[in-house]
T-cell receptor, first 115, second 118 residues
Framework: GAVVSQHPSRVICKSGTSVKIECRSLDFQATTMFWYRQFPKQSLMLMATSNEGSKATYEQGVEKDKFLINHASLTLSTLTVTSAHPEDSSFYIC???????????FGPGTRLTVT | AQKVTQAQTEISVVEKEDVTLDCVYETRDTTYYLFWYKQPPSGELVFLIRRNSFDEQNEISGRYSWNFQKSTSSFNFTITASQVVDSAVYFCALSEGGYGGSQGNLIFGKGTKLSVKP
């Protein structure tokens, strides 16, 4: 149990365009979802925390207008990278947590390349 | 402020050697959780273990063992008889406090890349 999927697994987009990444909890209801970014050979950095039905809480230094997060249901959160630039190229990983539980379950990640 | 330090950036061993990955953490909370994750080249994080701050018992799971010492704020991970499939980046992480809101966020160390050569 506790499976989290992400779609797409890889995406290449042109500079200036927007790209949406989906994170789904497949077999549980995720009241909280987390979005992380990982640059090559670096650690995971938390970008934002989203609770179902409310606005996401962004970490310091993360532009909320650039990285739009929507957590509209208990099984789906989306991250939209708007007006993408090459420096946004990274590995984006989501995780999900159920109400009353402590464990975070990670998705397989999405590799974004902006050309 | 919370912080996780993995001083070893890269480690290379030969198959069947034992290897220990170090993790030192900083936190002001008395209640916290420590984790180890494995990230193979595919990128997906694989959960290995979670420990809470009140449980200092060492744990062994097959070839894996963990040594939690609050006195030195360390949570080290040992792989005995390493295998090529153990090659990956290993992350230690810290989470403070209880449920909900900003609590429970994971703070990751920078990771240690382990290469096991045949």
């Amino acid at each position: 149990g506790a499976v989290v999927s992400q779609h797409p697994s890889r995406v290449i987009c042109k500079s200036g365009t927007s790209v949406k990444i989906e994170c789904r909890s497949l077999d549980f209801q995720a009241t909280t979802m987390f979005w992380y970014r990982q640059f090559p050979k670096q650690s995971l950095m938390l970008m934002a925390t989203s609770n179902e039905g409310s606005k996401a809480t962004y970490e310091q230094g993360v532009e909320k207008d650039k990285f739009l997060i929507n957590h509209a249901s208990l099984t789906l959160s989306t991250l939209t990278v708007t007006s993408a630039h090459p420096e946004d190229s990274s590995f984006y990983i989501c995780s999900a947590r159920a109400l009353g539980e402590y464990e975070q379950y990670f998705g397989p990640g999405t590799r974004l390349t902006v050309t | 402020a919370q912080k996780v330090t993995q001083a070893q950036t890269e480690i290379s061993v030969v198959e069947k050697e034992d290897v220990t990955l170090d993790c030192v953490y900083e936190t002001r909370d008395t209640t916290y959780y420590l984790f180890w994750y494995k990230q193979p080249p595919s990128g997906e994080l694989v959960f290995l273990i979670r420990r809470n701050s009140f449980d200092e018992q060492n744990e062994i799971s097959g070839r894996y063992s963990w040594n939690f010492q609050k006195s030195t704020s360390s949570f080290n991970f040992t792989i005995t008889a390493s295998q090529v499939v153990d090659s990956a980046v290993y992350f230690c992480a810290l989470s403070e406090g209880g449920y909900g809101g900003s609590q429970g966020n994971l703070i990751f160390g920078k990771g240690t890349k382990l290469s096991v050569k045949p």
